[in-house]
C-alpha cells in the first residue's frame, strides 16, 4: 500500500508562486511514477504533470509548460510541484498520485493524496 500527503497549498496574487510538496509512503514508492493532477468543482481532474522514478523523465500539460517544474527526492520519498507565474485559472484542489509503472501516464493512476487548495487571487 501507499499513502500519499500533499502539503504546500494556499492563496496567492496572480503572478505568485507556490511550491506544493507530496509525502510518499509504503513499498518501493521510490521507484513509482508520480504525478500532480487538480480538480475545480464541476469538472473532471486534470493531469498537469508526470515524473518517472528515476527522477529524469517529466512531462507536463500544455498549460502549465514553462511555468510548473516538477522534481523528486527519491531518497526522502517526496516530489515537489514548483508553480510560477500563477494564474487565477490555476485555482483548484491539487492531488499527489502514483503508479506503479515505467512510463510517465496522465491517467489511471492507482494512489492518491487528499488534495491541497491552491487559490489563485486576480
Known amino acids: 500500500q501507499v499513502q500519499l500527503v500533499e502539503s504546500g497549498g494556499g492563496l496567492v496574487q496572480t503572478g505568485g508562486s507556490l511550491r506544493l510538496s507530496c509525502a510518499a509512503s509504503?513499498?518501493?514508492?521510490?521507484?513509482?511514477?508520480m504525478g500532480w493532477f487538480r480538480q475545480v468543482p464541476g469538472k473532471e481532474r486534470e493531469f498537469v504533470s508526470a515524473?518517472?522514478?528515476?527522477?529524469?523523465?517529466?512531462r507536463y500539460a500544455d498549460s502549465v509548460k514553462g511555468r510548473f517544474t516538477i522534481s523528486r527526492d527519491r531518497a526522502k520519498n517526496t516530489v515537489a510541484l514548483q508553480m510560477n507565474s500563477l494564474k487565477p485559472e490555476d485555482t483548484a484542489v491539487y492531488f499527489c498520485?502514483?503508479?506503479?509503472?515505467?512510463?510517465?501516464?496522465?491517467?489511471?493512476?492507482?494512489?492518491w493524496g487528499q488534495g491541497t487548495q491552491v487559490t489563485v487571487s486576480s
Open positions: 509504503g513499498r518501493s514508492v521510490s521507484n513509482y511514477a
Open positions: 515524473i518517472g522514478g528515476r527522477g529524469i523523465d517529466t
Open positions: 498520485a502514483a503508479r506503479q509503472t515505467i512510463a510517465l501516464p496522465t491517467k489511471d493512476y492507482d494512489y
